[in-house]
């Protein structure tokens, strides 16, 4: 007893019968490098975003000085002791407004990384915080 042979789907026969690209067609470069073009040409964008990189502000500064800022600005101090010389209790808060502080300085100058946070932080880099 034979098993009869089961006609082929029309869609199978186009993807057997026709290759996946014109033979006729000659390549202008070598194969990897026409691959990646038409790689390239397929995801291009009409208005692409152009990426903005640039270096945060206080790039020119000493390390120890930049670190204390950042540290300022996150709020994430090394103090080993939490009394301030002024008596108060030094915290995070307490050492933009410490009267002991050369200049007034507030959470903007920190972020913008101005004159007013370079004093401030040189003045408690001697604190070693």
Same mark, same amino acid.
Request: glycine share 4%; proline share 9%; net charge negative.
């Given at each position: 007893?034979?098993?009869?042979m089961?006609?082929p789907?029309?869609?199978?026969?186009?993807i057997?019968?026709?290759p996946? @690209?014109?033979?006729? %067609?000659?390549?202008k470069?070598?194969?990897?490098q026409a691959?990646?073009?038409?790689?390239?040409?397929?995801?291009?964008?009409?208005?692409?975003?152009?990426? %903005?990189? @640039?270096l945060?502000p206080?790039?020119?500064?000493?390390?120890n000085?930049w670190?204390?800022i950042?540290?300022?600005r996150?709020?994430?101090?090394?103090?080993?002791?939490?009394?301030?010389?002024?008596?108060?209790?030094?915290t995070?808060?307490?050492?933009?407004?410490? %009267?002991?502080?050369p200049?007034?300085? %507030?959470?903007?100058?920190?972020?913008?990384?101005n004159q007013?946070?370079?004093?401030?932080?040189?003045h408690w880099?001697q @604190?070693n915080i």
């Amino acid at each position: 007893m034979s098993i009869p042979m089961a006609d082929p789907i029309s869609s199978n026969i186009d993807i057997i019968i026709s290759p996946p @690209y014109n033979k006729s %067609t000659e390549l202008k470069d070598p194969p990897h490098q026409a691959r990646l073009q038409r790689w390239k040409d397929g995801t291009k964008l009409d208005d692409p975003i152009q990426p %903005t990189q @640039y270096l945060p502000p206080g790039k020119d500064l000493q390390w120890n000085l930049w670190k204390t800022i950042n540290r300022m600005r996150a709020g994430r101090l090394k103090n080993e002791d939490d009394k301030c010389d002024c008596g108060e209790r030094q915290t995070n808060e307490h050492l933009l407004i410490c %009267t002991e502080n050369p200049v007034i300085c %507030t959470k903007d100058d920190l972020i913008e990384m101005n004159q007013n946070a370079i004093d401030l932080a040189t003045h408690w880099l001697q @604190y070693n915080i």
